[in-house]
């Protein structure tokens, strides 16, 4: 099979890597496959196995980079590192970071094959200029499927899965079609997120005309479908049955994610990913961090200012590696998230080390008192009975205001108002404001709960 892509004039001609020379990635897809038919996977093998494959597999990526593309051919001369010697994770770290501005100044700057089959951008709310990923035939459906996920994916294999997330210009809708369709075997409802032919009437009565069990969702798209439910007389608890809800896309906290399995009556785990990287981790029941996905990735945590390498435990700026991608790899990617690795076992059995987010460098609260994650402020806020599931944070001037609806009309709004500033009042160490108004405002893409200023 061939599929021709049109380039202006020029018709560029796309195979798959059965099609062309002996791919390089082939020895760590047989591996897997391997792994699979002894009935164990990644996450059950030990640290000394994983760090022996990440060898492995960062050599054959280094390789390939080195042959395919000046921008990392140029990296690998400057550490003056041989594809071999950079696979050393202590020599690996001489290597340059790569940033979102090398990505945003030349769009093609990592490719790496350039028979790509579809491309990616981000959705731009970090802000400047697009990035744009794209990925081949080989990297959709041999190399991004070769490892999976068993237990952290919830015993999903084998069901009807409602794919809530956006089937546009984002990564995230098509990227779980695959993950569930080819890797889990999945019989997928691609519901979308309120697009034209996707409006949150339609997606209920697709999803339960085909008695969906598990729903992959951004929070507070999730939020909406249970409130439109609602409106329509539909009971989540009694019309649905629902095994588990795949959360990612968009930041939750804690207290978010209990309501929103309360609503629905089902657990729900959070999933970690970009459009840069893929997927990057998979909480599990215990709720006590992300196990990173290592099969797919290679993960460091480094010092924001200095770029030294940390250890684990210490938090820092997270740096990713894709392992498995010959399109446009990305190769000791700063992502600009906070976090720190922990290496204790989990409760849950699986073995693969745990990642700890602390926010985004950008994205911190400037109060007058000191910095603070959404995150952390949301969680604080949702600890309220009488708040609502929307809210909006407004900052100016140092100042916090918490505009918030009610969760029950049947309550005091003067008295709810003097809860909600008390109570992070004592959090942020400053007065803050509260407003209750009857409905917050919605955004059409991703949630947008903080409002700044200026």
Not at 369 to 387: C, D, N, R
């Amino acid at each position: 099979m061939a599929i021709a892509l049109k380039r202006g004039t020029q018709v560029k001609i796309i195979t798959p890597a059965s099609e062309t020379n002996e791919d390089r990635f082939e020895p760590h897809i047989r591996w897997f496959q391997d792994l699979n038919g002894r009935g164990l996977s990644i996450e059950n093998l030990s640290r000394s196995e994983v760090e022996a494959y990440h060898r492995r597999v960062l050599w054959s990526l280094l390789q390939h980079a080195s042959e395919t593309n000046p921008f990392y051919e140029q990296r690998l001369k400057e550490a003056g590192l041989t594809p071999e010697e950079a696979s050393d994770p202590e020599f690996f770290a001489r290597l340059s970071f790569l940033t979102k501005e090398d990505l945003r100044g030349n769009p093609q700057a990592i490719v790496c094959n350039p028979n790509l089959a579809h491309i990616h951008t981000s959705t731009g709310t970090t802000g400047g200029k697009p990035i744009y990923i794209g990925h081949t035939l080989n990297d959709l459906y041999r190399l991004d499927v070769a490892p999976n996920y068993p237990s952290l994916m919830q015993d999903t294999k084998g069901t009807v899965v409602g794919n809530a997330l956006p089937y546009e210009m984002s990564s995230s809708g098509l990227s779980f079609h695959r993950v569930f369709q080819v890797m889990q075997e999945c019989t997928v409802l691609p519901l979308g997120k309120g697009g034209a032919y996707s409006q949150p009437d339609k997606a209920l009565e697709c999803m339960l005309a085909w008695n969906i069990k598990t729903l992959v969702i951004a929070p507070s798209y999730a939020v909406t479908l249970a409130e439109k439910a609602h409106e329509l007389g539909i009971d989540l608890h009694r019309d649905f049955k629902l095994c588990h809800l795949f959360l990612t896309g968009e930041g939750a906290s804690p207290a978010l994610r209990e309501r929103i399995e309360r609503l629905w009556n089902c657990p729900a785990t959070t999933l970690y990913g970009s459009l840069e990287v893929g997927l990057i981790g998979i909480e599990c029941l215990q709720h006590e961090g992300f196990h990173l996905t290592e099969g797919h990735v290679y993960a460091e945590i480094v010092h924001p200012a200095t770029g030294v390498l940390l250890k684990p435990g210490a938090t820092g700026e997270i740096v990713l590696t894709s392992l498995l991608r010959d399109g446009m790899p990305v190769i000791r990617y700063k992502t600009g998230d906070l976090g720190y690795i922990e290496e204790d076992p989990c409760q849950c059995g699986c073995k693969l080390r745990r990642l700890h987010l602390r926010g985004r460098l950008g994205d911190q609260i400037k109060l007058r008192s000191g910095p603070f994650s959404p995150l952390y402020l949301e969680q604080h806020l949702l600890q309220l009975a009488g708040v609502g599931n929307w809210y909006r944070l407004i900052i100016e001037n140092g100042e916090l205001l918490v505009e918030a609806e009610m969760a029950s009309p049947d309550l005091n709004p003067q008295l709810l108002t003097a809860e909600i500033e008390a109570h992070l009042g004592s959090i942020v160490g400053q007065k803050c404001s509260a407003r209750i108004v009857d409905r917050v405002e919605r955004d059409a893409g991703k949630a947008r709960r903080v409002h700044c200023i200026y």
